[in-house]
Nanobody, 122 residues
């Protein structure tokens, strides 16, 4: 069983930055895919970014060039650096993990964190 705990959310003004962290209860070098999804009120949960054990990354078109996902295997932590934030980035952000990239991109990863709220004011 993998437990994921997110931190770093909060309130920020439009154009600002935040860095989300997700700490895993196991060594993440054994986890192929780590990712962030987000869910805004009244909307479905969508993938934001994913990173594989080989360092390959996927990003939603809406965040390309603004968000960066990274993983630190030594700290068992995955990060999401969010720059140039917009009000439409407001959502609950969920860390998730799976051995399958397809499952992650479909939003059905095996392991999920509890979520952290990000609110961007205009």
């Amino acid at each position: 069983q993998v437990q994921l705990v997110e931190s770093g959310g909060g309130l920020v003004q439009s154009g600002g930055s935040l860095r989300l962290s997700c700490a895993a209860s196991v060594g993440i070098d054994s986890i192929h895919v780590l990712a962030w999804h987000r869910q805004a009120p009244g909307k479905q949960r969508d993938v934001v970014a994913a990173i594989t054990s080989g360092g390959n990354t996927n990003y939603a078109d809406s965040v390309k060039g603004r968000f960066t996902i990274s993983r630190d295997n030594a700290k068992n932590t995955v990060y999401l650096q969010m720059n140039s934030l917009k009000p439409e980035d407001t959502a609950v952000y969920y860390c998730n993990a799976d051995q399958s990239l397809d499952r992650v991109l479909l939003g059905v990863a095996d392991y999920w964190g509890q979520g952290t709220q990000v609110t961007v004011s205009s």
